[in-house]
């Protein structure tokens, strides 16, 4: 569950909404080898037809082989997007940055694809779980927000995660689970897209799965999914991209599948066992 700074207080009454088999086929072949399938005796093969076919699949072999080893030896694929197919679901471009403030990816390019990469990253934190605790919400804003709006996104995030909605959501006043239970808010991004792009300015949207609600045998709000797409418009601030404003809207949402419901335990097992991502574009 991730909150923005305009309107996304409106996602509390829908962040407890939730997200196949194959068949074989037998198929039973005439019995007796050769046999004619409409019931009549198999007809002789002449020798001279037969050795006709085998001369001639071993020569389409051989060419075959040498087809697939023709060249010059070099690498016929290449990285470069302008002489690849395109692959629209396939991770593309340079590796995750190696820099982290708070724990969170920094130092990206000032380019489309840094700005995807900033943006997935931190859509993550801003909807993680460390937002409904206020000193740790203060220090994620602090290192994703752009100076010029760091105070209004705080005052923003601070109104909307308030004690009050903590409460509604059966955690404590400071954001903690209670006791035997497991708080869960990730979000992880399925895709980025950019809106506009300019090297000073860029809008990219994160089309994001979430994962919300609380573990535990007493729990009456289980761990839930949904599907959101958050907006970040982010800035160069000489160094790197930073969030100037967040939105937030529903969807696209797939059908769901016919998954078993994991139990509790194993889902808190999960949390804590599965670590996230540095997400680049």
């Not at 605790?133 to 995660?161: C, M, P, W």
């Not at 139990?263 to 804590?272: C, D, W």
Request: aromatic share 6%; charged share 20%; glycine share 12%.
């Amino acid at each position: 569950m991730s909150l923005g700074d305009e309107h996304d207080s409106r996602r509390t009454e829908d962040a407890y909404s939730t997200v196949g088999g194959t068949r074989q086929t037998r198929t039973r072949l005439p019995e007796g080898e050769g046999a004619d399938v409409y019931g009549g005796a198999r007809r002789p093969v002449r020798a001279s037809r037969s050795l006709l076919t085998v001369v001639g699949v071993v020569v389409l072999l051989v060419a075959a082989i040498a087809f697939a080893n023709r060249g010059d030896g070099g690498d016929t694929s290449s990285d470069d997007p302008k002489h690849a197919d395109p692959k629209p679901t396939a991770a593309t471009g340079v590796n995750p940055v190696q820099g982290k403030t708070a724990g969170i990816a920094t130092g990206f390019p000032q380019t489309e694809q840094g700005a995807q990469s900033a943006a997935a990253n931190y859509a993550v934190a801003l909807g993680s779980d460390g937002m409904f605790n206020a000193a740790h919400r203060h220090t994620i804003v602090e290192a994703v927000a752009d100076a010029t709006s760091k105070d209004k996104l705080q005052a923003g995030f601070d109104t909307n995660y308030s004690p009050g909605l903590n409460q509604q959501i059966g955690l404590t006043a400071d954001g903690a689970a209670p006791a035997g239970t497991t708080f869960v808010n990730r979000t992880v991004p399925a895709g980025t897209k950019v809106q506009s792009y300019s090297p000073q300015a860029t809008s990219v949207d994160v089309w994001c799965i979430g994962l919300f609600g609380l573990t535990g045998e007493k729990s009456t709000k289980p761990v839930t999914t949904n599907w959101f797409t958050m907006t970040l418009k982010l800035a160069w601030n000489g160094s790197d991209w930073k969030v100037l404003e967040t939105a937030q809207k529903k969807g696209p949402t797939p059908v769901t599948g016919d998954n078993t419901v994991s139990g509790s335990e194993e889902i808190a097992n999960a949390v804590k066992e599965f670590g996230g991502f540095t997400y680049a574009r």
